[in-house]
């Protein structure tokens, strides 16, 4: 595999600390980079205090920001043209009538001449009808009165669009363009491509965008017409028709003829958006994958699942960061960490704050916290010179390493909880392990997998093996012998449907004759699995590229790829207004692209791995050697609640408001005001979905669990920790809590209040020591042999099911 560490550039980090050579601690630049990163930790942790932020996480955004997302601002004018395109043409076709003053017929047979004017030779007079059909698709704003009635009648439009053959036409179109090599070596020639170089590309890709999002989504108000047409638009999308492959696999080979640098001129941002809807209309979103997770473990004959995990994170309330007056008062007035170790004050202190670990003060969790010592400040830079020379690998190998609602709290008063928002979980594994360990100890052998056979072992033993297969009965119980009403029944032991999968291909394996072939549900998911096989490292390597592009903490560099092509203008600004303007978009742009790559990702692995689990570790192997860990950590690596409270939008300039009213002439003040929101939506959902896949990468990997060791990451993720969002805060303690084992004692003594949340917040496993160093499969020899293994399982798997 050639480049597979090629996230992009290894860009240095654009705060400016971080030499970019992992240089060790001895180097002359050493200083100087502590002290920059410990300014930033203190503009980071004490500039001001983050309110609760009322986020509420899903698929997607509201359908209008969904929608406005698709255009840069530099793209504005063009509503105008695509207007102009369609009255010219209307006007040919259609006398004395608007259309929305046109009968549904009349509608249909316009729309049918347009697709017909669509197969013309001249560029050109191709161009003008595809604007035609854009404006359609765009709502017809100039009859409009309203931002309602644009996204009202753009819905309506789509349908029409699609049911008049629109988007099989405009496909063809697509391809096409793609394979123009004479745009392709247009582009290569200049010196600088703009958004000029795309124009027919982005108008076509703004088309299908358009119908996707629209027809994707769904409404009870819809008629059955809209409903016949969103199924067979589905199946249109996910299944091989005519002999073609699906269509997200040719959105995937945009990307990789992108990064590759044959095509500089796609529009990435459009293209990624596209991707991302697709994947979600043709698989599903997180409400259709736990009613998909729910037959299937009704299908394998497993128990139902206790809870649905973003339910219950909905009911889980935000800990309070420290206040800024509190670390400022700790930064100033406490001593040197040297002398703070020597004094038994401090000791005191200490073990005064461990009594809070099993109380249930949420709003005081980090409060306490003591500020970070020097020791801890250093690793943290060391952790990001060593991220930067991570990234920096271009040319090397592959790395292959909820509980009830409760009044709000008094000052005074301390409220304990009623119970812990998730239930606890034991793997079989895990069972396995502790009988193993207890053999051991008393009798002296072990009987390999054997979880029933007690005999030799004390008493206590026999109860916690009945403690860890037991179900737990919880509700009211009625008086009388026997009698219960109102029980759920949670069972301690988890069988996930991965266990199932794993243990069906060892007997597939062992036994390929007597078995049988394997009969396989022809679904949209393994379809996509199927056409993404054979070229899925070099698409992770394309989409990792992008994302450290658009990371904030990256810089560009000559090798680095442009994905700007679809935001510059012709002609860059002259006036600082201008450039004021030209800086938002940009932000903006690279916002939105995260936004995709991280919400695609998300949505792949976990469709592969509801489909099978090794189609999930064979995805997520690739990402790992693509370095994806160390560049999801750089890009935390920032003052994060500035990243999520950025206002890079001008809300006048956004579709479908800059096509309905005459835009007011631009001012600075304007510009920096931005929009009246709390936070930026999409960041936020950037970061929680790149926590997440990084928690995906990592979780019972522990070879990947040091890599978050060795990457120093426990400060840049107690940092973000800072913001008040209790999805956030909960797959960050997830990340911590998988590696505090690591961390050493001293850690884990000076960060009890972080301990406690992981307590609080995060799922307990019954036997799960993970506030010690006593794991069982915690042995450094086997990381390398724990990867080693896993690929070969994965090799086996899709060597019989797609070579077989």
């Not at 100033?332 to 005191?348: D, I, N, T, V, W």
């Amino acid at each position: 595999m050639e480049d597979p560490t090629a996230p992009g550039a290894g860009n240095p980090p654009a705060n400016g600390y971080g030499n970019g050579n992992g240089g060790g601690k001895g180097k002359p630049a050493a200083p100087k980079g502590r002290e920059t990163f410990r300014s930033q930790r203190r503009e980071s942790e004490g500039s001001v205090d983050c309110p609760t932020l009322e986020f509420e996480y899903g698929d997607t955004d509201g359908h209008a920001a969904e929608l406005s997302e698709l255009y840069s601002y530099t793209e504005n004018p063009e509503f105008t043209t695509n207007r102009r395109c369609f009255e010219e043409d209307f006007k040919t076709q259609v006398q004395g009538k608007e259309w929305l003053e046109l009968e549904e017929d009349a509608q249909k047979a316009y729309v049918m001449g347009l697709l017909d004017r669509l197969e013309v030779v001249s560029r050109e007079r191709r161009l003008k009808v595809a604007r035609a059909v854009l404006y359609l698709a765009q709502g017809t704003f100039g009859e409009c009165d309203s931002e309602v009635d644009v996204l009202h009648w753009s819905r309506y439009n789509c349908f029409l669009l699609y049911q008049m053959g629109t988007f099989s036409a405009f496909l063809e179109l697509l391809h096409m363009e793609i394979d123009n090599s004479q745009a392709c070596s247009s582009a290569l020639r200049k010196p600088a491509i703009s958004i000029a170089d795309s124009t027919e590309l982005r108008v076509l890709l703004s088309v299908m965008y358009l119908m996707v999002e629209n027809i994707r989504l769904e409404r009870e108000t819809d008629s059955y017409g809209w409903r016949t047409a969103r199924k067979t638009f589905r199946t249109e999308l996910s299944f091989s028709m005519h002999n073609e492959e699906p269509f997200a696999l040719l959105l995937f080979s945009m990307v990789t003829k992108f990064c590759s640098g044959l095509a500089p001129h796609f529009p990435i941002k459009k293209v990624l958006l596209l991707l991302w809807k697709v994947v979600m209309f043709t698989l599903g979103g997180f409400e259709q994958l736990q009613a998909l997770k729910v037959q299937k473990r009704e299908e394998l004959g497993l128990p139902p699942l206790a809870e649905d995990s973003i339910q219950v994170v909905k009911s889980m309330r935000a800990a309070s960061p420290p206040s800024y007056t509190l670390d400022l008062g700790e930064s100033q007035l406490a001593p040197p960490p040297s002398k703070l170790r020597g004094r038994r004050g401090s000791r005191r202190q200490l073990l005064t704050k461990q009594d809070s670990l099993d109380i249930y003060n949420e709003r005081d969790l980090f409060k306490t916290e003591e500020p970070a010592t020097e020791e801890e400040e250093e690793s943290a830079g060391d952790g990001e010179r060593t991220l930067d020379g991570e990234l920096d690998l271009l040319e090397q190998d592959p790395l292959v390493p909820p509980p009830p609602s409760q009044a709000p709290l008094s000052a005074e008063r301390v409220a304990f909880p009623k119970g812990l928002p998730w239930t606890p979980k034991v793997r079989q594994k895990d069972i396995e392990h502790f009988l193993e360990m207890s053999r051991n100890k008393f009798i002296g052998f072990t009987l390999g997998q054997d979880t029933d056979t007690l005999v030799g072992l004390p008493r206590p033993i026999h109860e916690s093996v009945k403690t860890l297969k037991q179900v737990t009965r919880v509700g009211s119980q009625s008086s009388g012998i026997g009698s219960h009403q109102g029980i759920l029944a949670k069972e301690h032991k988890y069988i996930s449907i991965a266990d199932v999968q794993i243990k069906n291909e060892e007997e597939l394996e062992k036994c390929p004759m007597s078995l049988g072939e394997e009969v396989v549900p022809e679904t949209p998911c393994e379809i996509l699995y199927q056409g993404m096989l054979y070229s899925l490292p070099q698409y992770m390597i394309a989409l990792l590229k992008i994302l450290l592009a658009a990371a904030p903490t990256s810089k560009a560099k000559t090798d680095s790829i442009n994905i700007l092509a679809d935001v510059l203008p012709e002609e860059m600004p002259v006036t600082v207004l201008q450039s004021m303007k030209l800086g938002i978009d940009v932000n903006r742009h690279k916002e939105i692209i995260v936004k995709s790559i991280s919400a695609l990702l998300l949505l792949l692995l976990k469709h592969f791995k509801l489909n099978h689990i090794y189609q999930f570790e064979y995805v997520s192997q690739h990402l790992v050697f693509a370095n994806c860990i160390p560049l999801i950590l750089k890009f935390f690596n920032q003052n994060i609640l500035s990243y999520i409270t950025a206002k890079n939008s001008i809300s006048v300039l956004d579709y479908p408001c800059c096509t309905i009213q005459d835009l007011p002439e631009l001012t600075t003040e304007s510009l920096e005001a931005g929009d009246n929101n709390q936070f930026c939506w999409r960041n936020l959902f950037s970061c929680i979905n790149l926590l997440r896949l990084l928690n995906k990468l990592t979780k019972w990997k522990h070879s990947r669990t040091m890599m978050l060791v060795v990457f120093k990451s426990a400060p840049i993720l107690k940092r973000a920790l800072k913001v008040k969002q209790a999805m956030l805060q909960l797959y960050v303690l997830k990340l911590l809590k998988i590696q505090t084992k690591y961390l050493g004692r001293q850690w884990r003594k000076s960060n009890m209040k972080t301990m406690s949340a992981i307590y609080q917040k995060v799922r307990h496993r019954m036997n799960d020591d993970w506030a010690y160093g006593n794991d069982i499969d915690a042995r450094p020899w086997d990381f390398q042999a724990e990867e080693c293994t896993l690929r070969a399982n994965i090799e086996a798997f899709n060597s019989r099911r797609f070579q077989g």
